[in-house]
């Protein structure tokens, strides 16, 4: 009956969370061009969260730890420290783009210190893989402990190691999970998130938000506004004048909805597709921003507008062929 329930649950975890874990885990590090965006377009992209990535490394380091779970490396040894090196990768990118973010959305930092501290995470994080490997260098071929009293060992201490240093890589993964489980409450304090006011409903009824991250999507599978309806908004930027930086994107289910921009009257930006990715503006201080709805591809045209510079975010939706104006002044 214990074989049984021990085949039942390996076939349940390979079915469902083990494939989803590594699909992310190999090619979530590709985030890095994300990264590369940021600085490029200067508008934030959320990454995958450290919650998501402590999740990802507990199914991980259970794969890794189990008799039941581990065939996987037992026939193919060289994915324990393939999987292990994807997973360090992700928690830097991630951990790269937050700084980036720190830049991008909340203007908390400088560009020029989000860059460093972005470089820096990844070259931190390439030197320790390095130390790492040197430290517990890795071999396909089985090996199997020399045992003093394997009878006192519980069934999964007395299988042998996939791979030299097994154990090791093992605690990488847990210790890397454990990181991200830190993580993940300390950066909600400090960056936030919607959900910190309410539910997406109340939120976006609401329709002024001091904790949104540029990009959060409250509703991603219908189209829906929770019944706003088209408002002109008055801001303030801390700004004695000058330019301010502004982030627009669609807060529901990506539909490629157009917009036009204009400041003053004169085009900034002739057709935009909004998406659920910001897109980033500079606009002069004093002005007057005004979004003209021009093509709607269902369920009408809502969008998102945030000013970094005062890390307030307005909920909007706008008909074809008519605008809703942003005075902006400084403070």
Request: charged share 20%.
């Amino acid at each position: 009956m214990k074989k049984i329930i021990k085949f039942l649950w390996s076939l349940l975890f390979y079915i469902l969370p083990f494939p989803f874990t590594v699909f992310i885990i190999v090619f979530a590090p590709l985030m890095s061009l994300y990264l590369l965006e940021v600085y490029k377009l200067e508008a934030p992209r959320l990454g995958i969260g450290f919650n998501v990535i402590a999740l990802l490394g507990f199914i991980l380091f259970l794969s890794m730890k189990y008799y039941s779970l581990n065939w996987i490396y037992r026939k193919f040894p060289v994915l324990l420290p393939f999987f292990q090196m994807c997973f360090v990768a992700l928690i830097v990118i991630d951990l790269s783009l937050m700084f980036a973010n720190l830049w991008a959305d909340g203007m908390v930092i400088g560009k020029a210190v989000a860059i460093g501290l972005s470089v820096l995470t990844i070259l931190l994080g390439r030197a320790f893989l390095s130390y790492w490997y040197f430290k517990y260098p890795i071999s396909n071929k089985m090996v199997r402990y020399k045992l003093d009293n394997p009878t006192e060992l519980d069934e999964e201490e007395q299988h042998p190691e996939v791979i030299y240093h097994e154990h090791s890589h093992r605690k990488l993964v847990f210790f890397g999970t454990i990181l991200a489980l830190f993580l993940s409450p300390s950066l909600y304090m400090i960056i936030g998130s919607y959900s910190s006011e309410g539910n997406a409903e109340e939120v976006v009824a609401n329709r002024i938000s001091k904790s949104t991250l540029a990009g959060e999507i409250p509703f991603r599978d219908d189209e829906t506004n929770a019944g706003i309806t088209a408002r002109d908004f008055e801001v303030t930027v801390g700004d004695s004048g000058g330019d301010a930086k502004i982030l627009i994107w669609d807060f529901n289910s990506e539909d490629s909805d157009e917009v036009q921009i204009l400041v003053n009257g004169e085009p900034l930006k002739e057709k935009l597709i909004l998406a659920n990715n910001p897109a980033a503006f500079s606009i002069p201080v004093p002005s007057m921003v005004t979004v003209m709805g021009l093509k709607d591809n269902g369920g009408g045209i809502s969008y998102a507008v945030k000013f970094p510079n005062d890390k307030i975010t307005y909920y909007n939706v706008v008909s074809v062929k008519a605008g809703n104006t942003y005075t902006v002044k400084p403070l």
